[in-house]
């Protein structure tokens, strides 16, 4: 697999597939669960801990699926599904160095919201900061801080989120 530096939809729709880090290995959740359109960046040694970062943005339309539900006639996206995306793209990550297995959310050990995506925002952006990469007997496990942008407005936090691959 060629290591590339930004992905468009298709590209996402193919993790999720299973077409893109191989059988067996890491895999994006599939729409509507797929909480970003696109990876804008993605590297090996930027970011605040200059051990990886990755941007992605997610379209605001009206019609998400979410602003039906969550709130009846006051919408707004539910924080567990930003959270959810940066651990999407933890897992994506560690996919994009070549480790193996399945990727599932372990944790994160803070997150403060201080704003929200409303129907009336544009775009939500997420970087994710990588701070270690564990390799424990067999057992692959990323961990990074995040945050959500609401229109360039940083409005989510989260501090150790933390993802890992299993065989």
Known sequence: ???????NYEELIDCGNGNLFGEGNARLPLPPMLMFNRIIEINED???FNKGFVKAELD???DIWFFDCHFKQDPVMPG??????????????????????????LGVNNVKFSGEVLNSTNK?????????????EG???GLAN???????????????L??????
């Open 146 to 160: 995040g945050f959500l942008f609401a229109d360039n407005k940083k409005i989510y936090e989260a501090e150790n």
């Open 60 to 62: 605001i339309k009206k």
């Open 80 to 105: 567990c599904l930003g959270l959810d995306a940066m651990w999407q793209l933890v897992g994506f990550y560690l996919g994009w160095l070549g480790e193996p297995g399945k990727g599932r959310a």
């Open 46 to 48: 930027k970011g605040r």
């Open 124 to 136: 939500a952006i997420y970087e994710i900061d990588i701070k270690r990469i564990l390799k424990k």
């Open 139 to 141: 057992t692959i496990v």
């Open 1 to 7: 697999m060629i290591k590339k530096k930004s992905y």
């Open 162 to 167: 933390k993802v890992g691959l299993f065989k």
